[in-house]
Nanobody, 117 residues
Framework: QVQLVESGGGLVQPGGSLSVSCSASGRISGIYVMGWYRQAPGKQRELVATISSDGTTNYTDSVKGRFTISRDNAKNTVYLQMSSLKPADKAVYYC???????????WGQGTKVTVSS
């Protein structure tokens, strides 16, 4: 089992920056991908960014050039650095851990990001 805890959400003005973190614990093993998803009120949860074991990253088009996903294996932590934030970025951001072959799909509790002046 894997436990994920997000932190760092809050209120930020449009055009501002914010960084959220996800701390993982438990059976962090196998070939896995970690990522960030978000869900706005009335909308489905959507992919924001992922980072694989070899460091390969992937972003949804709407955040490319503005968001950066990274990880620190020593701390078992993944980060999402967000800049040039827009009101459309307002959502609850969820951390995800997924094993590619051996199974396992885990989610954190979410951290809310509000973009407003």
């Amino acid at each position: 089992q894997v436990q994920l805890v997000e932190s760092g959400g809050g209120l930020v003005q449009p055009g501002g920056s914010l960084s959220v973190s996800c701390s993982a614990s438990g059976r962090i093993s196998g070939i896995y991908v970690m990522g960030w998803y978000r869900q706005a009120p009335g909308k489905q949860r959507e992919l924001v960014a992922t980072i694989s074991s070899d460091g390969t990253t992937n972003y949804t088009d709407s955040v490319k050039g503005r968001f950066t996903i990274s990880r620190d294996n020593a701390k078992n932590t993944v980060y999402l650095q967000m800049s040039s934030l827009k009101p459309a970025d307002k959502a609850v951001y969820y951390c995800n851990f997924r094993r590619i072959f051996s199974g396992g799909d885990y989610w954190g509790q979410g951290t809310k990001v509000t973009v407003s002046s």
